[in-house]
């Protein structure tokens, strides 16, 4: 293995001017630094940075690479994760690819050069060989097959289940002709749940996949509501989903509904069915599990496979009722007032009858100790 000794004999400095490039520090000029970074990557000189070090947290910094900041669920991914690494100190540093082999190629060429504790991606690429440079954790999510390489880990939610799932509901509604919104390229993560989901239909249901970047889904959305009438579309996430919804404006009778894999919503959308995964909760995870690497040696869960949140909001309307009052007892504040102006509409929609009774705290506490006596 090549060594700081190799690569300075080549570059033709000293010692201490390829530790200074290698570690970011001291005042170097610009045609060393290339001399230096040219050496270094015709040697093969890997830049190793042990779980020991990171123990001591000589290097808290973790590079997370995503196709699109655009999409909901990297953004939740990124917030799980600063979450528990910056209270533990750790810098993020954030990496778009645009799901461009290229790209993602020349990025980890860029950070072979610099100092981190992990990687988290979402690559596009088919071979993931090109990471085992990095004597660092390297996480990938949703889609890459692992390889042998022991720095290499793999997280994803379940994807076949997700399939199960989708095709239960699509059987239990009897839908027949099924459209699938997704990206341009088919990924491990998407090809799970296809998969899944063409061999759990029933009732000779059949689907048509459409697929588009990410910046031309309404383009794309518009091509799916014009090639012919469906009696569902599965989006791969809540962008294209929204994308249908901006193409379905121009259209006076559009009916067809959406049903998308989503992140976490505290509330859902109106407009669509979310199927759901908890992409904060996976950054989490994964922030806690690199923290925990520096602090146990170096040990990490090889695969992990994370539970789906489902149809959280799936229960069916309910019929309106007669003759039934619901008595609420709250505080007088600002809220309480604020029900009783919408009561009328949740009378209106449920046949109930909202009674609300607002008191100041002292009344309130005592009406609550009669009513426990």
């Known amino acids: 293995m090549a060594t700081i000794k190799d690569i300075a004999r080549l570059a033709g400095v000293s010692h201490g001017t390829v530790s200074n490039v290698l570690n970011k ?11 230096v970074e040219k050496a270094a990557k015709e040697l093969g000189y890997v830049y190793n940075v042990s779980a020991k070090g990171l123990k001591k947290g000589a290097f808290k910094r973790v590079s997370l690479i995503v196709p699109s900041f655009q999409i909901n669920i990297y953004r939740d991914l990124y917030l799980g994760l600063q979450q528990s690494l910056h209270e533990a100190g750790y810098e993020i540093s954030l990496y778009n690819t645009d799901d461009i082999p290229g790209n993602e190629i020349q990025l980890i060429e860029d950070l072979k050069m610099s100092s981190q504790s992990s990687i988290v991606v979402v690559s596009c690429l088919k071979d993931t060989s ?9 996480i990938f999510v949703n889609r890459s097959n692992l390889n042998d390489h022991i720095n290499h880990y793999f997280i994803s939610f379940d994807f076949k289940k997700a399939g199960i799932e989708i095709g239960s509901f699509i059987n239990k509604n009897e839908y027949k002709n099924i459209a699938y919104f997704t990206s341009s390229r088919q990924y491990k993560d998407s090809k799970e749940f296809i998969d899944c989901l063409k061999s759990n239909l ?3 249901a059949s689907i048509r996949s459409f697929s588009s970047d990410v910046n031309l889904a309404v383009k794309k959305a518009f091509d799916i509501l014009e090639s012919e009438k469906f009696d569902l579309i599965i989006t791969s996430d809540s962008e294209r989903a929204e994308a249908i919804l901006t193409a379905s404006r121009f259209s006076d009778d559009y009916k067809t509904p959406i049903l998308t894999l989503d992140s976490f919503r505290t509330f859902s959308s109106n407009h669509y069915k979310s199927y759901e995964m908890n992409y904060k909760y996976m950054g989490l995870y994964i922030a806690n599990s690199i923290r925990n690497f520096a ?19 799936s229960h069916q309307a309910s019929k309106k009722t007669k003759d039934k009052v ?6 007088i504040s600002p809220s309480s007032e604020a029900l009783k102006n919408l009561a009328p509409e949740f009378e209106k929609s449920t046949g109930i009858r909202l009674q609300i009774t607002a008191l100041p705290y002292d009344d309130l506490h005592n009406h609550i100790s009669l009513l426990n006596r």
């Open 25 to 35: 520090t001291g005042k170097v000029s610009l045609e060393k630094i290339k001399a």
């Open 130 to 138: 090109y990471y085992d440079f990095f004597n660092i954790p390297v």
């Open 202 to 204: 029933q009732n000779d």
């Open 295 to 313: 602090e146990a040696e170096g040990k990490m869960e090889k695969e992990k496979i994370l539970s789906n949140q489902y149809f959280r909001f």
């Open 326 to 331: 619901l008595k609420m007892l709250t505080l």
